[in-house]
């Protein structure tokens, strides 16, 4: 099986930046999609991004678009978050996530994260 570790979240002001890691172990890491999904509280998970199996194509929620960047080094077996301009609703666990095959928007994956809580003060 496949054990996902996030790392970088923290406390940071409206407009600052984070960068969030997850470390997958196993050597298969280029055969499963992977992405980024958060949890607010009261509220569901949701899609922030997924990026496919040899990073050449990613998606993003449109709440993101221009501010956070996806990238994966599987050579590394890591995926990140580069977040940048950060909003106070940017405020949610956000959990690493990883399929085999084909990386979808809907939070129906084999493997996740512990997460890592992103708190975001006006």
């Known amino acids: 099986q496949v054990q996902l570790v996030e790392s970088g979240g923290g406390l940071v002001q409206a407009g600052g930046s984070l960068r969030l890691s997850c470390a997958a172990s196993g050597r298969t890491f280029s055969d499963y999609g992977m992405g980024w999904f958060r949890q607010a509280p009261g509220k569901e998970r949701e899609f922030v991004v997924v990026?496919?199996?040899?990073?050449?194509?990613?998606t993003y929620a449109d709440s993101v678009k221009g501010r956070f960047t996806i990238s994966r080094d599987n050579a590394k077996n890591t995926v990140y978050l580069q977040m940048n301009s950060l909003k106070p609703e940017d405020t949610a666990v956000y959990y690493c996530a990883a399929r085999r095959g084909l990386a979808i928007m809907s939070p129906r994956y084999d493997y996740w994260g512990q997460g890592t809580q992103v708190t975001v003060s006006s």
């Open positions: 990026i496919s199996r040899s990073g050449g194509s990613t």
